[in-house]
Structure formats: C-alpha cells, structure tokens
C-alpha cells in the first residue's frame, strides 16, 4: 500500500475507531457521571486521546485528566538522571495520583510503545521507578488493587510498535494493519461493540463455574519444551475472568481485550521448572526464551537467551517479587492466538496464551479478600509485591491437570485447549 492508500484506509476506520473508544469508556472503565477520568497514553496517539475524552464527557465525566507519556523522552530522561532519583517519586506526583484516587476516579491506561525503546539502558532504573510509583502512591495503587476505582488496559499503535509488529511493511501501513488487529482482537470492528462485551463476558462463566466448583489443590504444567511444574492453590481460592466490580458495585473489563480465567496461587507452593513460549516486554526492554525454578514457592535459578539482567532486576524487585501472583488459563483457540499476530505487548501477547505472573496477587482472588489487609492476604496464601510482571507459558502442546486433595488428577488443559473445545 503506498501511505496515500493507508491514510485513506485508515481514514475508513474513524467510525470503529470512535466504537472502540466509547467502548473502553463505557464498559472498560464504567464511566458514569459526574466523575473524573484520568487518562494515560502516548503523544504520539493525541489524535484517539481527543476520541477518548470526547466520549469521556458525552459520558457525564466531570473532568478529564491527561497524562502524557513519550518514549523519546522516557529514554533521555533514563540516561542523563542519576540512579538515586529514581528511588523516590515527586511529591506533585504522588499528590496529583492518591489523590485523584481518593475522589474516585477512574484510570484508564492507553498501550502503545516502542518494545525496545530502553535497549541498553541500566534496567535498575525503570524498575526503581516501578517500585516507588507502587510502593509511595500507596491510595493510587489499593484503589485499584482493592477494587476502590475501576481500570483499564486498552491498546493504540504507535509508529515504532507498529514496526516491530509488522517488520515487512511500510511505517503507515504497519500503523494501519496494528490499528485493524487491535479493533478485530478487542472485539471493536463490528457494529455494536458493547453488545458483543456482553456476549463475550457471558463466555467466561462456564470455565469459572467449573473450576471453583471443583476446587482444586493444586496445578500440574506439562510441556514438550522443558515445563514440569506443580502450582499450588490457597484453601479459599477464586477464580475470576471477564468484567471486574468495584466495591461499590460497578461492573468494568479491566483489560480490553481479554481471554483469561485467573486467580492467585499459594505463594508456598510452586515447585518446577517452566519455560516461557513468547518474549517478555518489560520496561522498554525484551526478555526472551527464559527460563525459572521454583523451590517451596520461590525461584531458585533462572536464565534467559536474551535479557537476563531485565530478568534479575525483576526477581530482585522485593523479597516477594520471586514469588507468584497469578496462574491465568487461555485457550490457543482465542482470536489473538488465531491471528498469528506477535503484539510484543504483554496485554495482547498474555492474551493468546496460559501465562504465570511474578509478584503481586489479587485479593479477590481468595474468599473475603478485599476485606483482609495484605498480612492477612499473605497469611491467606495471596502473595504481596511492587511488581506484577505476566510471562506466558502455554504452548499448543500444553497440559494442564487439576490435582484434588485426594491426589486424583482431572485434564484441565489438552494439548494448549480447554478439555470441551
């Protein structure tokens, strides 16, 4: 396509574009009147920032607050600042988030970056920022955490992503097929989006029903490139998928898109080998083929063809940021997955695959969760951490059983699928 074709086909998509960004602001974050929607996305996209604030305010939103992120200016920032400025956030900054969560806003946070745009930079730096934004915007981080605001991940292209994506192709028509790819996987490229979040939201129930129903002990991962592991579950764990509900009752999609049925693992209780299937994009920087064992629910070694030390800095994050927060089901028969598309971008590529996640747990994950502090919540099984970092790990030959208490074991996965597909 020459960029004249692209601009015009990009042109033709404005009307699924708008869709797309009413969706994310009416089932994404549940939007309602009278409350203020804090907005986070790349420069580069202040063309869909407009869209989304135009529909923000056609919502009833009081105000709407923009947060800019550039990757040029992330970089510069990472190589010319000092490492021990990293350590703290600014004092505005930690006003302007904690208290905006106070008041009951909603966060709603646009992907869309360079996978590689901190190549060569000291990972210590991105990941003491990581660690100070979640552990001193304490009211910003329970807030969603413990269900207080609703959130959102949703994704727009951006020139340097797009190229990554797409390799072969031209920077225009690498942005148009991302754009195309980002409606068709959020379920955005037809006439009635929100209709269809509804018809998909109704998809999880039936695997969520079956597996609280059972109530399995503990996870048994096999595969044909290495993985042989055993994740334990906590006494009262739940499995969750589709939308999430505040404690005030509203119902929101916290990731547009999503495929996943999760919940949290006993934090005690992981022991095995597992071995990724898809780069981890981290920070601005690419992990890939790694792999992580666990002991009595810790990692105990690890490596990676690419990345260790992104790798290291991640582990080394906190004395829980070794421990697992999360064991999430895909089937490989999802549209992601189908598409055969590898977004480099964890809210995408999380989607088309069984993934694990290091750190930080979900209180609603495990009965009365939302009600218990986090020593609680660690007494409960439910692991504490600065970080929440998704790997993937399911592969189309993988298995999955459920093992019972007694220590009979059920399929849960078959060859990468749920066991009824």
Known sequence: MTDEECRLATNALSEKIDNYANLIVKKGVALHKGQELVLSIPVERADFA?????????????????????????????????????????????EQLNSLAKAGAAFLFI????????????????????RAHNEQCIDYRNGMDFGYNAWCIAGAPVEAWAKEVFPELSPAEAVYR??????????????????????????????????????YDALRYRSSNGTDLTVGLTAGHIWEGGAGRTQDGTVFFP???TEEVFTSPDR???????????????NGQ??????????????????????????KHILETDENSVRLGEVALVSKNT???????????????????CHLALGMGFPECVRGGLEMDKDQLVAAGVNQSAIHVDFMVGSDDLNIWGVSADGTETPVFINGQWPWE
């Open 255 to 257: 990731n547009i898109p």
């Open 50 to 94: 407009r869209r989304i604030v135009s529909a923000a305010y056609a919502a009833g939103a009081s105000h709407v607050t923009v947060r800019w992120r550039d990757d040029e200016v992330s970089r510069m920032t990472y190589e010319n600042v000092d490492t021990d400025w990293f350590k703290t956030v600014p004092s505005w900054e930690r």
């Open 178 to 215: 991302l754009w195309v790819a980002i409606l068709e996987t959020s379920r955005a490229d037809g006439e009635d989006p929100e209709s269809a979040w509804e018809t998909h939201n109704a998809s999880f129930e039936h695997a969520k029903r079956s597996l609280n129903r059972k109530h």
């Open 111 to 130: 992907e869309g970056a360079d996978p590689s745009s901190l190549k060569g930079i000291d990972p210590m730096k991105p990941a003491l920022a990581a």
């Open 335 to 353: 549209p992601i997955r189908q598409s055969g598309v590898l977004f480099y971008d964890t809210l995408y590529d999380e989607n088309a695959s």
């Open 268 to 282: 005690m209780r992981v022991d095995g080998i597992v071995h990724s299937v898809m780069p981890l994009v981290h």
């Open 286 to 311: 690419v992990v890939r083929d790694f792999w992580l064992r666990f002991e009595h629910g810790a990692v105990v070694d690890y490596d990676a063809e690419l990345g260790r030390d992104v790798l």
